[in-house]
T-cell receptor, first 113, second 114 residues
Framework: AQSVTQLGSHVSVSEGALVLLRCNYSSSVPPYLFWYVQYPNQGLQLLLKYTSAATLVKGINGFEAEFKKSETSFHLTKPSAHMSDAAEYFCAVSEGGANNLFFGTGTRLTVIP | DAGVIQSPRHEVTEMGQEVTLRCKPISGHNSLFWYRQTMMRGLELLIYFNNNVPIDDSGMPEDRFSAKMPNASFSTLKIQPSEPRDSAVYFC????????????FGEGSRLTVL
């Protein structure tokens, strides 16, 4: 069975600083991995996804994530935080199919001016 | 293209009343999901449909909750009778037939039961 752990329910960074949101997964088969973002009063939207192609995945708004099988990690990074990045970020894992998608508990990112 | 459309966006009702939430998935998507989001429990999958057929409703909290999908473009989630602990944001999401695990979410229906 698959699971996802997001370390840190809240992360604060200064505007222009590096953003690092951590995600570790557990899966018995090669997983599909996702990062979703939820802005206030909105639904979740896909930021990026890993589906067994390149291990470094680039997403929207300058975010990227690296799949590291040896560490069972899929951390999300962005070199320079912008005020508009303030949102909640969810890591998710699937062993195949949208019906088999497991979400982490989310990390709320605050960007300090 | 229009995204997933949910209505109402906000609903305030009194305990014991019936609540119906509505969802129109993206055209061409053959799977539809209902999620509930609360501070305490995070995102919970309630039920999902494939080609209008309910496949897994194990996440539905209890018999007060029911969901239907009479056709490919419409689904409802009904709570009867509603209770204060049902207060949450309810999301509908749909996915493509290729089924990569990517979901497209609506903006949610915020339910408050007094």
């Amino acid at each position: 069975a698959q699971s996802v752990t997001q370390l840190g329910s809240h992360v604060s960074v200064s505007e222009g600083a590096l953003v690092l949101l951590r995600c570790n997964y557990s899966s018995s088969v090669p997983p599909y991995l996702f990062w979703y973002v939820q802005y206030p009063n909105q639904g979740l939207q896909l930021l990026l996804k890993y589906t067994s192609a390149a291990t470094l995945v680039k997403g929207i708004n300058g975010f990227e994530a690296e799949f590291k099988k040896s560490e069972t990690s899929f951390h999300l990074t962005k070199p320079s935080a912008h005020m508009s990045d303030a949102a909640e970020y969810f890591c998710a894992v699937s062993e195949g199919g949208a019906n088999n998608l497991f979400f982490g508990t989310g990390t709320r990112l605050t960007v300090i001016p | 293209d229009a995204g997933v459309i949910q209505s109402p966006r906000h609903e305030v009702t009194e305990m014991g009343q019936e609540v119906t939430l509505r969802c129109k998935p993206i055209s061409g998507h053959n799977s539809l999901f209902w999620y509930r989001q609360t501070m305490m429990r995070g995102l919970e999958l309630l039920i999902y449909f494939n080609n209008n057929v309910p496949i897994d409703d194990s996440g539905m909290p209890e018999d007060r909750f029911s969901a239907k999908m009479p056709n490919a473009s419409f689904s409802t989630l009904k709570i009867q009778p509603s209770e204060p602990r049902d207060s949450a944001v309810y999301f509908c999401a749909s996915s493509l037939p290729q089924d990569t695990g990517e979901l497209f979410f609506g903006e949610g229906s915020r339910l408050t039961v007094l």
